[in-house]
């Protein structure tokens, strides 16, 4: 018996236990549908037959690989789901429209729709894009449009399809307008709703034996009239009262450096300013600040490099020519330029960048990014390490005779 097997055949077989018949699953890729969990391939001689067998109701389904897996999908909805759920009702089962939709009453040609499946299967492979992108929003929406447009035509014209897609450049000037109208919905939906503001709330706990346990509370719409700091206070504490916490003298509470959340938690606790936020905000102060406190900044090469490098990496993105880098472009980052990416307009803007300093401000910004990693562990405390780090900052701001002056501008402002 070396041939494929009718269904009646098989079901005769499976009757008399016949040994030649065995129900075998198939082998796991990264492509495979979860539905085979419960299907297994009906094989007789070591020949695998167009036939998958439920695993629970034990009945035949037709099966060929180039269907999918649609009608097992539907079966095991019905027979596999149905052991969970009550007798009077199930979530699961299948909408009016599955029946419909389905290949049985589609009255698309079966040509059409294995041309259709090439033609989708070519375009990932040749674009080198997702399988997923097919059945994206905009992909979906793209090609119903052009489907539409066929419709216009009779079957002698002879339009090309690249006279109806249209080129990058064109796309590329539609986005900004596409922007503008999303926008303006924005706004117009923005209008109409009232400011809400939150407040989340995570508790840290440190075991005896020096484990940290992490907690997130919530996050809790803020309803009080005003962010004053009675009303921080007042809102926190109530909050913290439904777990069955209250702030004291032995409680760390761990803030932003705000005057409001300062004078928030001054009595009642021990507040404990967040050393990442202030090394942030300073280093902050550093690169976009003229003056704090009506004392200048005098980081005035820092704000030239920060500001052309800033205006070149927004033209960039925006622009949308990130492509032909070879690294993602982000804002606040050490970047390597490309001039082909860059607009006519901005090359004098590029030209201005000090490599050097660029290069030297880099080197320089690396230990604040190892020390701010090492305080945001979220395994163990932190807390002991504020001072020793704090002190090893310091120590990196000591103004050396090699570096240069903005170097030692930065230095000079942030060890301050």
């Known amino acids: 018996m070396n041939q494929l097997l009718k269904k009646n055949d098989i079901v005769n077989l499976?009757?008399?236990?016949?040994?030649?018949?065995?129900?075998?699953?198939?082998?796991?890729?990264?492509?495979?549908?979860?539905?085979?969990?419960?299907?297994?391939?009906?094989?007789?001689?070591?020949?695998?037959?167009?036939?998958?067998?439920?695993?629970n109701c034990k009945d035949l389904l037709v099966y060929q690989q180039r269907d999918g897996t649609t009608s097992m999908t539907k079966h095991k909805r019905a027979c596999h789901d149905s052991i969970t759920i009550s007798s009077s009702c199930s979530n699961n089962?299948?909408?009016?429209?599955?029946?419909?939709?389905?290949?049985?009453?589609?009255?698309?040609?079966?040509?059409?729709k294995e041309k259709i499946r090439m033609a989708c299967t070519e375009f990932t492979a040749l674009d080198c894009r997702a399988?997923?992108?097919?059945?994206?929003?905009?992909?979906?929406?793209?090609?119903?449009?052009?489907?539409?447009?066929?419709?216009?035509?009779?079957?002698?014209?002879?339009?090309?399809i690249n006279q109806l897609i249209p080129s990058p450049i064109t796309i590329s000037r539609n986005i900004d307008h596409l922007y503008e109208e999303e926008k303006a919905q924005l706004l117009k939906l923005c209008s109409n709703m009232r400011s809400l503001s939150y407040c989340g709330l995570a508790l840290r706990h440190?075991?005896?034996?020096?484990?940290?346990?992490?907690?997130?509370?919530?996050?809790?719409?803020?309803?009080?009239?005003?962010?004053?700091?009675?009303?921080?206070?007042?809102?926190?504490?109530?909050?913290?009262?439904?777990?069955?916490?209250?702030?004291?003298?032995?409680?760390?509470v761990v803030t932003d450096n705000e005057s409001k959340m300062r004078a928030a938690f001054k009595e009642q606790c021990i507040r404990v300013g967040c050393s990442i936020h202030l090394v942030n905000k300073q280093l902050e102060h550093a690169f976009t600040s003229l003056e704090i406190d009506q004392q200048p900044v005098k980081c005035d090469k820092a704000h030239h490099l920060f500001g052309h490098a800033k205006r070149t990496i927004t033209q960039v993105r925006r622009s949308h020519r990130q492509i032909?880098?070879?690294?993602?472009?982000?804002?606040?980052?050490d970047t390597r330029f490309n001039v082909g990416v860059i607009n006519k307009n901005l090359i004098d803007c590029l030209a201005a960048i000090d490599k050097d300093l660029l290069e030297e401000l880099c080197v320089f910004l690396k230990l604040f990014d190892q020390a701010i990693d090492q305080l945001s562990d979220e395994d163990k405390p932190t807390i002991h390490q504020v001072i020793p780090i704090r002190q090893l900052l310091?120590?990196?701001?000591?103004?050396?005779?090699?570096?240069?002056?903005?170097?030692?501008?930065?230095?000079?402002f942030v060890g301050k």
């Open 206 to 252: 440190v075991t005896e034996d020096f484990k940290l346990q992490h907690f997130i509370l919530g996050c809790f719409l803020f309803d009080l009239e005003s962010q004053s700091a009675n009303n921080i206070r007042a809102f926190v504490d109530s909050q913290l009262l439904s777990f069955g916490l209250v702030l004291n003298s032995r409680i760390f």
């Open 93 to 112: 089962q299948l909408k009016v429209t599955e029946y419909y939709t389905s290949s049985k009453s589609s009255d698309i040609p079966k040509r059409i």
């Open 14 to 55: 499976i009757k008399q236990h016949d040994k030649s018949i065995v129900f075998r699953k198939p082998k796991k890729s990264l492509k495979s549908s979860p539905v085979w969990k419960h299907f297994s391939v009906v094989v007789v001689n070591n020949i695998e037959q167009e036939f998958v067998c439920c695993d």
């Open 131 to 160: 399988f997923e992108l097919v059945t994206g929003e905009g992909f979906l929406k793209m090609a119903q449009n052009i489907f539409d447009a066929d419709r216009c035509f009779n079957h002698l014209s002879n339009v090309k």
């Open 394 to 412: 310091i120590n990196h701001y000591e103004i050396k005779c090699d570096d240069s002056n903005g170097i030692k501008e930065i230095k000079r």
């Open 324 to 333: 032909k880098l070879k690294r993602k472009l982000q804002l606040y980052s």
